[in-house]
T-cell receptor, first 113, second 114 residues
């Protein structure tokens, strides 16, 4: 079993839809949780960052972590065609910044106009 | 506009040839990561450096892969000899430890070994 599991999709939704992306992880030592967005032929870019359990909102994006069930979610409201990308969840153990990350395989999202 | 720069962007080589990928981390960052991305495995950590010293290279096949940081502005990843199964996108990322900043990724090197 991989340390981080993510449904690869693909996921296709109409513009304006609410999108839910999810990951599960197995190691309870993971404390920091991130979502990266990766456009085609580009490097991943950090989208959201949360520490421990709870919600974090940034514009149309909400990241949610439930440590009791080891479940990570990203919600996108009012999705736009420009949100079409691959979304990768990532996690790491505690410690200073820039410690090594463990990634999910990514979910490819297409938002259709 | 600070960014991680990787060269080359694309590389096609024949099996058995040596391949060298280069990375210029963001100025001032003291941590450099090498990741490999494939459809089957996703993003996998190969190695990472802190202040130019290797911290973890357990994800790297030791017999053919080597990673170095000759100086603070250059990280290299070499494969010798290359094999078709090495075909993947190789990403370099850099970050600054102790300030809680997450890693910034380069655009990647797309390697095809034929």
């Amino acid at each position: 079993q991989k340390e981080v599991e993510q449904d690869p999709g693909p996921l296709s939704v109409p513009e304006g839809a609410i999108v839910s992306l999810n990951c599960t992880y197995s190691n309870s030592a993971f404390q920091y949780f991130m979502w990266y967005r990766q456009y085609s032929r580009k490097g991943p870019e950090l989208l959201m960052y949360t520490y421990s359990s709870g919600n974090k909102e940034d514009g149309r994006f909400t990241a949610q972590v439930d440590k009791s069930s080891k479940y990570i979610s990203l919600f996108i409201r009012d999705s736009q065609p420009s949100d079409s990308a691959t979304y990768l969840c990532a996690t790491r153990k505690s410690g200073g910044g820039s410690e090594k990350l463990v990634f999910g395989k990514g979910t490819k999202l297409t938002v259709n106009p | 506009d600070a960014r991680v720069t990787q060269t080359p962007r694309d590389k096609v080589t024949e099996m058995g040839q040596e391949v060298t990928m280069r990375c210029q981390p963001i100025l001032g960052h003291n941590t450099v990561f090498w990741y490999r991305q494939t459809m089957m495995q996703g993003l996998e950590l190969l190695a990472y450096f802190r202040n130019r010293a290797p911290l973890d290279d357990s994800g790297m096949p030791k017999d053919r892969f080597s990673a170095e940081m000759p100086d603070a502005t250059l990280a290299t990843l070499k494969i010798q000899p290359s094999e078709p199964r090495d075909s993947a996108v190789y990403f370099c990322a850099s970050g600054l430890a102790l300030q809680g900043t997450e890693a910034f990724f380069g655009q990647g090197t797309r390697l095809t070994v034929v």
